[in-house]
């Protein structure tokens, strides 16, 4: 899983190393483009990932004792903090579509033309890579899923327990992502509407 | 002398082969060597068909003036490209012999991830086949390096699905590297200590490093290109602001190190059978075994070395030129032990020792021809012209294709149970190796005379060279041919190999041919290093029959 990960890590690696070179080479497009962020939305969904870290935690936690109930209950909770996370998402990308900063198909720049290339591939960027991540979320949300139905069968014990403790380090790898994807996207400018 | 079966063997009774029958129990199993046979048999498909646009390339090369249109040409070349580098070279060795191979020679049953390794097959397949559907309606035209910003504005070809294959055949390299990796880790037999394992091991488990470490960059980048050309966003396009050279710095970060996903495991394959036909133990087996995780790691380092001429920062060229240099000396220590491992070997010419010589002479050459490309000042002059091809084509095709088919000989009796025609075998290696040169020794002169790449149309002056290049073509076809019928007449008609025709050394070799589903009857243990031969007693004895022989005349 460790190995896995690596191979993540270099997966967002090349977007972040892109993101670099649009931030370096428009920096101001950049910041205009990124006030239109929703930074107190992304502030929530951060909140809600790093609690669901949490719960994901107590479930690895409580699967190693073997405490089979309390496994699927935190499970279960940690799947709904993805869906709601997944929920504002949705949210905030019609949000866009809506203000018309949506890239290629509905872009309408109002603010200095100046700026308009510069923002729109900040958009553009900021669309590939939290809908990355947003599918990493969907698919650790099916791996928890699958655990769920698994511990309810009773198939962990304290001994064996690897598949619970390996979907968690994916969620906690997806939040981490998260935690970097956030201020580099959201918090540019200081936020003041 | 070693040498092929004196004795009569029986094929034995219930092995991987006939363990299930019908297609289903093939296309749903989980044998790491029927896996293998299946990679065996769509890779030579996809092999062939790169062939057939090598052809075409070649047929419109014969003479200077215009066969095929511009456009078409284009999109031959490409496809070749694509075909060759995606859907042969980079799994070729790795999904054949390392996935039919790893396994046995570490004493395992199977790879640690079987379903995961069958997922693998089926996401090449799928890949492969939607890379091969964008061919068939119409191609592509960008070459197999998709720079922007042609490829995400003005191609009015099939970026996109051929793109999505090459994303999807991605992941099948992710998957086979996260399983050799982690079935490596866990799963040798006991006694099979680090210091033991085959060196094909070591090069497989390098590869795979660089395969999970470099894949996800090309995946993203392709992810990026494919977004771009629906989005019409320029990240990559300087109309609209973007960056052409960050597309090619992302592509070859992977693209380099993919270089050594085709080289490192074909580089295992001949430390095994320079080993096994000169009777010795490999010289220097662990810098042979480090200078793989060397080469591993500093392939990721050399990139830039693909933007001498891009406008890329002079003190970047510098650098990228020196690291480049640096990166070439691991290569030449894996040559020197193999040429020193031959000395005072007991030597003996089968077909699969006539590919480890071939690969030898044609990797150096390969090898030292990408010192000129990496000499800074040199390769303004011979970039992008034949100078390349014909540089790349010594190692991609020089090197890994022949080891690729010396390994397909040497292990073609363990993984079907029957041996080859050797007077068949040995006459295709030599018309491969003569056709070969023939055709691109040509074209370094080419390239040094300044004939560009990339062009279906050339001066007259250049027309000799051109011929002799498609002269050789033609042989190297012949020779790539043969095999396919020798060795698929020799699984019916080939004399039975018995557990080990070559006398050689290693697990592989001490469980039956072909073998049982689990490998082995019982875990084997493992009590010597790698290749414990003798070179001395070997050679003595076989003096000794030379000497009764010519006594007996
Ligand atoms: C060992 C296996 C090797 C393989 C499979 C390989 C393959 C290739 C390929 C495919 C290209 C062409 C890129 C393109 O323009 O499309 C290339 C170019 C190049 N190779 Fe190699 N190479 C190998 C070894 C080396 C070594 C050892 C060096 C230098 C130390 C080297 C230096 C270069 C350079 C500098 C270029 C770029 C030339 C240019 O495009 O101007 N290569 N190589
Ligand atoms: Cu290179």
């Known amino acids: 899983m460790w190995a896995f990960l690596v191979t993540e890590v270099m997966f967002f690696g090349g977007l972040f190393l892109a993101y670099t070179f649009l931030r370096w080479k428009y920096h101001d497009a950049v910041v205009a483009a990124s006030g239109h962020l929703d930074w107190i939305l992304g502030g929530v969904n951060t909140g809600v990932l790093l609690i669901s870290s949490l719960t994901m935690a107590m479930a690895v936690h409580a699967a190693q004792e073997g405490k089979r109930k309390a496994t699927v209950n935190f499970l279960i909770l940690t799947m709904i903090l993805g869906a709601v996370f997944l929920g504002v998402k949705a949210f905030e990308y019609s949000h866009k579509w809506h203000d018309g900063l949506f890239p290629g198909f509905n872009f309408h720049w109002t603010e200095n033309p100046g700026y308009a290339g510069g923002a729109e591939m900040f958009l553009f960027l900021y669309f590939v890579m939290t809908g990355l991540h947003g599918l990493h979320m969907v698919v650790g949300i099916g791996l928890v899923a699958w655990i769920i139905k698994r511990a309810n069968r009773g198939d962990f014990t304290p001994e064996y327990n690897i598949p619970v403790e390996i979907t968690g380090l994916y969620w906690h790898f997806v939040d981490i992502v998260w935690i970097f994807l956030y201020p580099l996207l959201y918090l540019i400018q200081p936020p003041h509407h | 002398m070693p040498g092929a079966t004196n004795g009569v063997f029986e094929m034995p009774k219930t092995t991987y082969i006939n363990a299930q029958e019908g297609i289903k129990s093939w296309l749903l199993t989980g044998d790491h060597k029927r896996i293998a046979i299946l990679y065996l048999i769509s890779i030579s498909i996809f092999f062939a068909l790169g062939g057939i646009f090598a052809a075409l390339i070649r047929i419109e090369l014969l003479t200077p003036g215009p066969d095929l249109e511009a456009e078409m040409y284009n999109r031959a070349f490409t496809a070749h490209g694509i075909v060759m580098v995606f859907m042969f070279l980079i799994p070729a060795i790795p999904a054949v012999l390392g996935n039919f191979l790893l396994p046995i020679m570490i004493g395992a049953r199977d790879l640690a991830f079987p379903k995961v390794n069958l997922l693998s097959w089926y996401l090449y397949m799928i890949g492969g086949l939607l890379t091969l559907s964008a061919m068939l309606m119409g191609g592509v035209d960008t070459g197999w390096t998709f720079y922007t910003p042609y490829s995400t504005s003005y191609s009015q070809s099939y970026v996109f699905l051929t793109g999505l294959g090459i994303f999807i055949m991605g992941f099948s390299s992710i998957t086979t590297g996260l399983n050799f990796v982690i079935t490596t880790h866990k799963m040798r037999a006991p006694g099979m200590t680090w210091s033991r394992l085959p060196l094909f091991v070591w090069s497989q488990y390098a590869t795979s490093l660089v395969m999970l470490l470099g894949t996800p960059v090309i995946a993203i980048t392709v992810v990026l290109l494919a977004a771009e050309r629906v989005f019409g966003v320029g990240v990559f396009n300087p109309n609209l602001g973007g960056d052409p050279v960050l597309f090619q710095h992302l592509f070859w970060f992977y693209s380099h190190p993919a270089v050594y996903i085709m080289v490192l495991p074909a580089m295992g394959v001949i430390s095994e059978l320079i080993a096994?036909?000169?009777?010795?133990?490999?010289?220097?087996?662990?810098?042979?075994?480090?200078?793989?995780?060397?080469?591993?790691?500093?392939?990721?380092?050399?990139?830039?070395?693909?933007?001498?001429?891009?406008?890329?920062?002079?003190?970047?060229?510098?650098?990228?030129?020196?690291?480049?240099?640096?990166?070439?000396?691991?290569?030449?220590?894996?040559?020197?032990?193999?040429?020193?491992?031959?000395?005072?070997?007991?030597?003996?010419?089968?077909?699969?020792?006539?590919?480890?010589?071939?690969?030898?002479?044609?990797?150096?050459?390969?090898?030292?021809?990408?010192?000129?490309?990496?000499?800074?000042?040199?390769?303004?002059?011979?970039?992008?012209?034949?100078?390349?091809?014909?540089?790349?084509?010594?190692?991609?095709?020089?090197?890994?294709?022949?080891?690729?088919?010396?390994?397909?000989?040497?292990?073609?009796?363990?993984?079907?149970?029957?041996?080859?025609?050797?007077?068949?075998?040995?006459?295709?290696?030599?018309?491969?190796?003569?056709?070969?040169?023939?055709?691109?020794?040509?074209?370094?002169?080419?390239?040094?005379?300044?004939?560009?790449?990339?062009?279906?149309?050339?001066?007259?002056?250049?027309?000799?060279?051109?011929?002799?290049?498609?002269?050789?073509?033609?042989?190297?076809?012949?020779?790539?041919?043969?095999?396919?019928?020798?060795?698929?007449?020799?699984?019916?008609?080939?004399?039975?190999?018995?557990?080990?025709?070559?006398?050689?050394?290693?697990?592989?070799?001490?469980?039956?041919?072909?073998?049982?589903?689990?490998?082995?009857?019982?875990?084997?243990?493992?009590?010597?290093?790698?290749?414990?031969?003798?070179?001395?007693?070997?050679?003595?004895?076989?003096?000794?029959?030379?000497?009764?022989?010519?006594?007996?005349?």
């Open chain 2, 276 to 553: 096994a036909f000169s009777r010795r133990r490999v010289f220097g087996y662990s810098f042979v075994a480090f200078s793989s995780l060397a080469i591993a790691i500093f392939g990721f380092l050399v990139w830039g070395h693909h933007l001498f001429v891009s406008g890329q920062s002079a003190y970047a060229g510098i650098i990228f030129s020196l690291l480049s240099f640096i990166v070439a000396i691991p290569s030449a220590v894996k040559v020197f032990n193999w040429t020193t491992t031959l000395y005072k070997g007991s030597i003996s010419y089968e077909t699969p020792m006539l590919y480890a010589l071939a690969f030898i002479g044609l990797f150096a050459i390969g090898g030292l021809t990408g010192l000129f490309c990496a000499a800074l000042g040199l390769d303004v002059h011979i970039t992008d012209t034949y100078f390349i091809i014909a540089h790349f084509h010594y190692v991609m095709v020089g090197a890994t294709v022949i080891a690729y088919l010396g390994g397909i000989h040497y292990w073609w009796p363990k993984m079907t149970g029957r041996t080859y025609p050797e007077f068949w075998g040995k006459l295709s290696a030599m018309l491969i190796y003569v056709g070969f040169n023939l055709t691109f020794f040509p074209q370094f002169i080419l390239g040094y005379l300044g004939m560009p790449r990339r062009y279906h149309v050339y001066p007259p002056e250049y027309q000799v060279l051109n011929v002799l290049s498609t002269a050789g073509a033609s042989v190297l076809a012949i020779g790539f041919m043969m095999p396919v019928f020798y060795l698929l007449w020799s699984l019916k008609f080939g004399p039975v190999a018995g557990p080990n025709p070559w006398g050689a050394k290693g697990l592989e070799w001490e469980t039956a041919s072909p073998p049982p589903t689990l490998n082995f009857d019982a875990t084997p243990i493992v009590t010597e290093e790698a290749y414990a031969y003798d070179a001395e007693a070997e050679e003595s004895a076989y003096q000794a029959a030379l000497q009764q022989a010519k006594h007996a005349k």
